[in-house]
């Protein structure tokens, strides 16, 4: 509503009442059906539930943001086909939750990035492993890898091991590498990119996502696109890598 949106609330689960004129719904196919005139969806659901609700979303001509990552590594082939499937004007209008991209780090990076091959290092802990389970890979993961291949391009090799709760490695990128140092069943909450002779935390989590959030926004009320928003492919390229995944 900050961002001036009328909402419609869709969650089989949540016991948690909604203000009263905000309609909620068990049922995502209810709702579409109520509410045909919507213009777009934020898909904040679990990720083993993204692809249901992107297949519904789509056969209704629906724009939708989907969080991260864009669905799970076992339903790769089945979302490559969704969005296979999506004509250009309809894929266009969507875009993935990867809000790295709109942090106030590259106010500091990018005016050191000179181009050609490069390295660039991310840390991160937090304790979320009562909250999430051992999902590291989704958790925490998906963020810093989409980043990487914004910056360094698609992932040419990919030597990552995960056991859920820890994940380090690194990939080989077209312009140089990235590496990972992950954990999530620590804290104090704390994430941070290294690279181009700089380090720079990631201070700015919340909003980051505000902005994310507000391009699409923006953009669907006839705005121009941000070229930082994260597209279904970029979505899709990170869980490709995160299917390769040692799991250690």
């Given amino acids: 509503r900050a961002m001036g949106t009328e909402a419609v609330v869709v969650d089989p689960f949540s016991s948690q009442p909604m203000p009263l004129d905000t309609p909620q719904y068990r049922s995502l196919d209810a709702a579409l059906v109520e509410h045909a005139d919507a213009d777009g969806a934020l898909i904040a659901s679990p990720t083993e539930t993204h692809l249901e609700y992107m297949r519904a979303c789509a056969g209704g001509g629906l724009p939708f943001y989907v969080e991260k990552p864009v669905c799970a590594t076992q339903q790769l082939e089945e979302c490559r086909w969704l969005v296979a499937d999506l004509s250009p004007a309809q894929e266009r209008c969507c875009a993935v ?73 690194r990939i080989e990128h ?67 890598v995160l299917s390769l995944v040692d799991s250690g």
Avoid: K
Wanted: glycine residues 12%.
């Fill in 97 to 169: 939750g990867h809000q790295y991209r709109f942090s106030d780090a590259w106010d500091v990076l990018l005016p050191l990035w000179l181009g050609g091959n490069s390295g660039i290092s991310f840390r991160a802990q937090d304790d979320l492993v009562q909250r999430y389970g051992r999902n590291v890979d989704e958790v925490m993961a998906a963020h810093p890898i989409d980043t990487a291949m914004w910056l360094l391009g698609p992932a040419l090799a990919v030597h990552l091991t995960s056991d859920g709760v820890r994940f380090f490695g």
């Fill in 174 to 240: 077209e312009r140089g590498y990235s590496a990972y140092a992950l954990h999530m069943a620590q804290g104090p909450r704390f994430s941070s990119i290294a690279g181009w002779g700089q380090a720079v935390e990631f201070a700015d989590i919340d909003l980051m996502y505000e902005r994310c959030l507000q391009a699409w926004l923006e953009w669907l009320g006839g705005g121009r696109v941000s070229g930082r928003l994260a597209s279904l492919s970029d979505g899709l390229a990170v869980v490709d």
